[in-house]
Every structure is written in structure tokens, then in C-alpha cells.
T-cell receptor, first 115, second 109 residues
């Protein structure tokens, strides 16, 4: 049973470009969470999705960021018109049931560098 | 004040020493998570606990719900234990985790 997969592992974008980060949860998991870790800072919640639904996006910046988890395929975190401040490690995690009650499984992260 | 506070922020010890990392939180919770982030960046879940104590190998986690405090202990520490240890809690009613700032542990041989 493969773990949580994220790709790409490293992504370099110029300012103004779009970044697409993908997360494939563990088999059987229908809950996906995205987190951001800015350089030298702690993890911060961004968004919680179930299949085809955004449950909680209270941690998402209001502009340029969006997330989806379609019925088929991976969850995608999309950042439009990237700026240098978006440079960070983006982690996704998945669980079979709601986060609070389940052990979480993290992907290896995508390290985004905006030049 | 952060909802989750860890101490110490940095800890350096010699191989073999007994390690304690503390986590205090200010919100009502149903469970608390301890995570380990390796120097390469990967994150591993160590424990999820809602009461009492859990043990896995040389790692022990305890929680006191009334005092809103948890500790992570490492016995017979080893250089491979060097990592950042993070506690995280799901505030009651919320389907998300709030993280402590992490404790950077360095074990010297």
C-alpha cells in the first residue's frame, strides 16, 4: 500500500507563473489536508477537503490560492501568479476518517521556490 | 499567545541521555498528535493520544487532559533521533490541526 504521494518534489517558478501541486492520498483515504511550512517557521493548516468538497479552507490566503479534490485523480493545490513569499514547503496528509480522530499520514512535501 | 506552545525550542544532548519535550495547549481537544520532521523534511506521525501514556520503542508520550499538557520522552537517545519534534492538536469542533512551533533536537555522539 503506497503512502501519500506528492509531486513534484521540487518546483521552481518565476514570479507571476502558476504552480500546481499534486497529492495522491493513501488508498482508501478520502480526507486530504494541505499544510504550508514557510522557511524557519512551523506548519500551518491551509485547507481540508473530502472527495469533491472543500470542508474547511480557513487557512487559505484569500487570493491566488485554490484547492480541489476531484472524484477521480489527485488533490491539487493551485497557486496563481506566484510571488517570492509563496516559497515554502507544501505538505499534504490524508486520513481514512476525520483528522481529529485518526492518525495522519504525510506526503514527502513539495518544495516551491519562486525566483 | 499561541494555542500550542512547546518547550524547549532547541535542545542539544549527548548520546544516551534521557530527553523530555513539553507541549502545552490552551484549547479543548479530543486528542493530541506528536510528529517528527527529519532533517530532510519528511514528516512522520509518532503518536496520537487522548489520555494516559503510549510507548513505542524508546519513545514515550504522556498527556494530562486536565492540565492541558503533554510530554514526549526519548530514552537512551541516539544521534538518529536528531529531528524536529512537533505537537499538534485539533481544537474541538474543528477539522484541522494547530501546530506547535517545534522542538529542534540534536543528539551528539
Amino acid at each position: 500500500n503506497a503512502g501519500v504521494m506528492q509531486n513534484p518534489r521540487h518546483l521552481v517558478r518565476r514570479r507571476g507563473q502558476e504552480a500546481r501541486l499534486r497529492c495522491s492520498p493513501m488508498k482508501g483515504h478520502s480526507h486530504v489536508y494541505w499544510y504550508r511550512q514557510l522557511p524557519e517557521e512551523g506548519l500551518k493548516f491551509m485547507v481540508y477537503l473530502q472527495k469533491e468538497n472543500i470542508i474547511d479552507e480557513s487557512g487559505m490566503p484569500k487570493e491566488r490560492f485554490s484547492a480541489e479534490f476531484p472524484k477521480e485523480g489527485p488533490s491539487i493545490l493551485r497557486i496563481q501568479q506566484v510571488v517570492r513569499g509563496d516559497s515554502a514547503a507544501y505538505f499534504c496528509a490524508s486520513s481514512r476518517d476525520a483528522w481529529a480522530l485518526e492518525e495522519q499520514y504525510f506526503g514527502p512535501g513539495t518544495r516551491l521556490t519562486v525566483t | 499567545k499561541n494555542e500550542v506552545e512547546q518547550s524547549p525550542q532547541n535542545l542539544t544532548a549527548q548520546e544516551g541521555e534521557f530527553i523530555t519535550i513539553n507541549c502545552s495547549y490552551s484549547v479543548g481537544i479530543s486528542a493530541l498528535h506528536w510528529l517528527q520532521q527529519h532533517p530532510g523534511g519528511g514528516i512522520v506521525s509518532l503518536f496520537m493520544l487522548s489520555s494516559g501514556k503510549k510507548k513505542h520503542g524508546r519513545l514515550i508520550a504522556t498527556i494530562n487532559i486536565q492540565e492541558k499538557h503533554s510530554s514526549l520522552h526519548i530514552t537512551a537517545s541516539h544521534p538518529r533521533d536528531s529531528a524536529v519534534y512537533i505537537c499538534a492538536v485539533p481544537p474541538q469542533g474543528a477539522q484541522k490541526l494547530v501546530f506547535g512551533q517545534g522542538t529542534r533536537l540534536t543528539i551528539n555522539p
